[in-house]
């Protein structure tokens, strides 16, 4: 052991003098010399050196294994803590989701931002919200840009070709908004006038099946009310919800329910083939069981579901 201690002693001597010069020889850029004193070097010597630096890089190696495995295969608690999502939505459409001007924040709120954050803190994700148009939603999620889209989005089987949808979280009514006294309460007593409806939205295939009406699609629902208020339209199709929140700041205007006909309904939107429509569908699930959906409900929308 005695003479192990002094023959590494001897190599510590030797490698620090080698190192020395080492350096000196590097740093005065005489390559050539460094060479040659390395062969200068006796065999005992060389095979020390070459010892301690096998040594050196097979701990170098132990340590880089090791760190790999540890990282490099994160277990499924590991990959839901932390991870950030992003949920696409069109923050122009209250209670769903609108900008909080109120704080001076510019935060986005409403129904679906209170669903979303809940079930996303269950499962241990961070939550980030891209407000973009209506229309850009389903391209948002086809280019992978966002992970789901919550936008009081119906899932219409022209809509389930591209994307995949949860189970329906809520169902409201189509609304026609206009101006008091207009008299629009049907569907047939808007013949041979411009409604305007959200680009892309589902009131917007409904409009269509209306005979005689000129549809004026635009990108957000605030456009909508000041082209209404400016006449350059007669009435706007939207959900009854979204509309109450609109008349309250706009008292000049009135709102008549319709019939749904055909689809309807509110639900959360996937990739196609996405892992975690199997993991948010419990937990709407859980929402409603539970009574919690039923609580953002009376919050959002000051009633019961129906």
């Not at 004193?37 to 890089?57: D, E, G, S």
Request: aromatic share 8%; with cysteine.
């Amino acid at each position: 052991m005695a003479c192990f201690v002094a023959s590494y002693t001897k190599l510590l001597v030797d490698t620090n003098y080698i190192c020395k010069v080492s350096r000196h020889l590097i740093d005065s850029l005489q390559l050539e010399l460094y060479f040659s004193l390395l062969k200068t070097l006796n065999p005992l010597t060389m095979k020390r050196l070459k010892f301690l630096l096998t040594a050196f890089l097979t701990a170098i190696f132990t340590i880089t294994v090791i760190t790999a495995c540890n990282s490099g295969t994160p277990t499924a608690d590991s990959t839901a803590s932390g991870k950030t999502v992003t949920m696409a939505t069109s923050a122009d459409y209250p209670p769903y989701e609108f900008i909080d001007t109120s704080s001076g924040s510019q935060d986005i709120v409403g129904f679906d931002v209170d669903i979303a954050k809940y079930i996303t803190e269950k499962l241990g994700y961070t939550l980030k919200i891209d407000n973009v148009d209506f229309n850009g939603l389903i391209p948002a999620l086809q280019s992978k840009r966002a992970d789901f889209v919550m936008a009081g989005m119906t899932p219409t089987a022209e809509r389930k070709k591209n994307v995949d949808f949860s189970q329906i979280y809520y169902d409201a009514k189509n609304t026609i908004v206009a101006k008091k006294d207009s008299g629009f309460t049907s569907a047939a007593s808007l013949s041979g006038k411009k409604l305007g409806v959200q680009l892309g939205s589902i009131q917007e295939e409904a409009a269509k099946k209306f005979t005689g009406v000129n549809v004026q699609p635009l990108n957000r629902i605030n456009e909508m009310i000041q082209e209404l208020k400016a006449g350059r339209i007669d009435a706007i199709l939207m959900e009854d919800t979204v509309a109450a929140g609109y008349l309250k700041s706009n008292t000049d205007l009135a709102a008549n329910v319709i019939p749904n006909e055909g689809e309807s309904g509110s639900a959360i939107a996937f990739p196609k083939g996405s892992p975690m429509l199997a993991e948010f569908d419990p937990l709407l699930a859980e929402l409603k069981s539970s009574g919690k959906l039923e609580e953002f409900i009376t919050k959002w929308f000051g009633d019961k579901p129906a």
